[in-house]
């Protein structure tokens, strides 16, 4: 389904309020993400319910790097077997750099945050975008290389060069990111991307949207996006 008119948010409360079912997602948190749950409960949605566990790496760091990442995905067989009893539809990794930062192999049927942001973009119809990250340069170029191998195109990136305190960054800050992208890439994506499920991106994404007039996603709207598209008698 491409955005409506009024914008991505509008799209996501339109798919979630037409539904007939209720749709279970649960969601695999990094142990210090804290911005997941908290703006997926401000989506104010009706039929779209997320059941979260945590994941503990096993280096028990919260800074992005090999350890953190291997040991999320180590770690979501346990956390998915603390689900077991939820009848659920759809389960997501939400984290975003794991997806493309190698290590072992996830559950089988699980999607990713990467995932997510993949579908969507598919789904509106997207094949050019421009990608806004908290990452240190080297994994938001990993990103690029990433998405260029799903036929999306990036025709420029910028990032905040962080591997931690992604919380803490501001609705100024990510303003300011986006404004560090040529304008003439912005003008000939299709689509802005705020990649990471760490930050708190909600605040931004309707005056994003009017100022460009396309739609911005975010790794955490993607994920209520692909729940709210799971079709009917799929899952548990």
Same mark, same amino acid.
């Given at each position: 389904?491409?955005?409506?008119?009024? +914008?991505?948010?509008?799209?996501?409360?339109?798919?979630?309020?037409?539904?007939?079912?209720?749709?279970?997602?649960?969601?695999?948190?990094?142990?210090?993400?804290?911005? !997941?749950?908290?703006?997926?409960?401000?989506? +104010?949605?009706?039929?779209?319910?997320?059941?979260?566990?945590?994941?503990?790496?096993?280096?028990?760091?919260?800074?992005?790097?090999?350890?953190?990442?291997?040991?999320?995905?180590?770690?979501?067989?346990?956390?998915?077997?603390?689900?077991?009893?939820?009848?659920?539809?759809?389960?997501?990794?939400?984290?975003?750099?794991?997806?493309?930062?190698?290590?072992?192999?996830?559950?089988?049927?699980?999607?990713?945050?990467?995932?997510?942001?993949?579908?969507?973009?598919?789904?509106?119809?997207?094949?050019?975008?421009?990608?806004?990250?908290?990452?240190?340069?080297?994994?938001?170029?990993?990103?690029?290389?990433?998405?260029?191998?799903? +036929?999306? $195109?990036?025709?420029?990136?910028?990032?905040?060069?962080?591997?931690?305190?992604?919380? $803490?960054?501001?609705?100024?800050?990510?303003?300011?990111?986006?404004?560090?992208?040529?304008?003439?890439?912005?003008?000939?994506?299709?689509?802005?991307?705020?990649?990471?499920?760490?930050?708190?991106?909600?605040?931004?994404?309707? $005056?994003?949207?009017?100022?460009?007039?396309?739609?911005?996603?975010?790794?955490?709207?993607?994920?209520?996006?692909?729940?709210?598209?799971?079709?009917? +008698? !799929?899952?548990?």
């Amino acid at each position: 389904m491409r955005p409506l008119p009024d +914008g991505t948010l509008a799209t996501l409360a339109a798919m979630d309020a037409a539904a007939d079912r209720t749709i279970r997602a649960g969601l695999l948190l990094p142990w210090a993400n804290v911005a !997941v749950e908290t703006e997926l409960s401000r989506l +104010g949605l009706r039929h779209t319910a997320f059941h979260h566990a945590r994941l503990v790496p096993a280096s028990r760091t919260t800074a992005i790097d090999a350890s953190f990442w291997h040991g999320l995905r180590e770690a979501s067989a346990q956390a998915l077997d603390s689900l077991s009893h939820v009848p659920l539809d759809v389960v997501m990794l939400a984290c975003t750099s794991a997806h493309f930062t190698g290590g072992p192999p996830l559950p089988s049927g699980m999607f990713t945050a990467f995932d997510a942001l993949v579908r969507a973009l598919t789904e509106a119809a997207v094949a050019r975008v421009v990608l806004v990250t908290p990452y240190p340069d080297p994994v938001t170029e990993a990103e690029a290389a990433a998405f260029t191998e799903t +036929g999306v $195109e990036i025709l420029a990136h910028a990032s905040l060069g962080l591997t931690d305190g992604y919380p $803490e960054v501001t609705p100024d800050q990510i303003l300011a990111l986006v404004e560090q992208l040529p304008q003439a890439a912005v003008e000939a994506s299709g689509a802005v991307v705020l990649s990471c499920t760490g930050w708190h991106t909600l605040p931004v994404i309707d $005056e994003l949207e009017h100022r460009f007039g396309k739609p911005v996603l975010s790794s955490n709207l993607a994920m209520a996006l692909l729940a709210a598209r799971v079709p009917a +008698g !799929v899952g548990s």
